[in-house]
């Protein structure tokens, strides 16, 4: 019984582990594919981000921090509202942005 256990909760730890979060912005503004751009290089340049992702047609900026490091969502959508854009909602998914890419190209 006790063996069951440990299995268990050793694997809802490595599920945890595994699980990505990205943080996701809706972004008003942005038209084509230079702003898309814009906010992609400033945001990849801040020290916690690993990738981003624009997504125009859903108006999304969704950003992923490095393994062990937390993104500053206060700190993203002001680079955001400085590069002239409107945040109108911070989320965070349980998704890393290689996979809402994915899932993008799956729908087309
Ligand atoms: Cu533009």
């Known amino acids: 019984m006790k063996k069951i256990i440990i299995a268990l909760a050793m694997g809802i730890a490595a599920l945890c582990a595994t699980a990505a979060t990205s943080t996701k912005f809706t972004v008003n ?6 702003c898309a751009q814009g906010i992609e290089k400033r945001l990849s340049k801040m020290g916690a981000t690993k990738d981003v992702f624009v997504d125009l047609k859903k ?5 992923e921090a490095k ?3 937390v993104l500053d969502a206060k700190a993203i ?5 400085d590069a002239g854009y409107d945040v109108v909602k911070i989320e965070t998914v349980l998704q ?3 996979e809402i890419k994915a899932e993008l190209k799956s729908r087309k």
Do not use: L
């Open 96 to 98: 890393s942005v290689a």
């Open 59 to 63: 108006k999304t900026v969704a950003v």
């Open 77 to 81: 959508s002001a680079e955001i509202v």
């Open 29 to 34: 503004g942005m038209v084509c594919s230079f």
């Open 67 to 69: 393994d062990g490091q």
